[in-house]
């Protein structure tokens, strides 16, 4: 029997914004006579009760789903599917977020709130400098093989992955200093470009570098998502604006993500991250040959031998960043076992919630 109270949570507040978010899309909808669009848009809607599911249960955001489906499916120009990326996970990945909040999970707060300040900073100078340059085949492109090595990763590593517990915390100014260098440049970069990208980055850093346990490193991962997709959008909106056929798609979208995000991040303590972890990476497998296949008469043989390189690039830098991870983690545990030789008989906690 266990001695420890439970955290008291505040799930009103997620009961709160459910409340004000689906008032303020009823009013747009009916009030001002947009229901026609919604229906028309029904195939996005249906296609986003898994994207939304996705993202709050994996280190994946909604457009992992939304964006495929969009480009390469529905055949939307690739900068409609990023901008549709950051508008509808600013609902989803937000609704997640105060879930999460409001039931108190445990998060990698030291890094993520270097990640938060580096994203306020590095996704706006994305929009502005990078994301104009990049041409729509490479958005594409950039979408793929990112979310194919991520997906290979989990394929190989998920046993490993799926075993860490709590977290190695190394230092908290080094941890935020790290969140800061993922937030700024993952912002500037992927996440500019497909609208994604900063949560997987993040994820990524927490479990191979910091062997985070899925339950810390996921929850985390979702709630820099969140705010980078409302940076992102904000600056869309204020600034250069959205493609057209953004709107419609949201609005037919919103209201499912809304729900499907936090469900997912409750149904994952039900049903285990692994099996989860496993159906969306091969989906991100699935998406790069698929994302292949469309364009191979714009990739050329070329092309689709730089892309599978590419792959194997970010599969290098992963496990580079492993390697790295076990040798920090091993200074870590000598530190310690130093200090308690030379301090018998004190107990210490241990550095792994």
Known sequence: MSLVPPRKTHLWIWFVWLVVFFGAWAWVVFGQEN??????????????????????????????????????LFREPAELGRDFSFAVQAIGMTSASIFILA????????????????????????IFLVAPVVPALWIKLVF??????????????????????????????????????VGLLAGATVSSVTGVGVDMVLYTVLVLLCRADLKIAIPSSVVIMAFTSVVGILTKLCFTGVRPGVFENWLAAAPIVAFGAPLGAFMVD???????????????????????????????????????LAVGLCLFGFEKLRAWGAVLVGEVKARRASSSSHAPGVNRVENET
């Open 103 to 126: 039931r108190r999970q445990p998060l990698a707060w030291a890094m993520l709130k270097g990640a938060l300040l580096g994203s306020l900073f590095g996704t706006p100078l994305g």
């Open 144 to 181: 793929a093989v990112v979310w194919a090595s991520f997906g290979l990763l989990h394929l190989w590593r998920i046993g490993e992955i799926a075993g860490h517990e709590g977290m190695t915390e190394f230092d908290e100014r080094w941890d935020f200093r790290v969140g800061l260098a």
């Open 270 to 308: 039900l049903i285990g991250r692994k099996p989860t972890l496993l159906f969306v990476a091969f989906l991100c497998v699935a998406q790069f040959a698929w994302t292949c296949w469309v364009e191979k008469a714009a990739l050329g043989a070329g092309g689709l031998v730089l892309a599978i």
């Open 35 to 72: 229901w026609v669009a919604v229906k028309e848009h029904w195939g996005i809607a249906l296609a986003m009760a898994l994207g939304s599911y996705a993202a709050g249960s994996t280190p994946m955001g909604g457009g992992t789903v939304g964006f495929p489906i969009l480009v390469l």
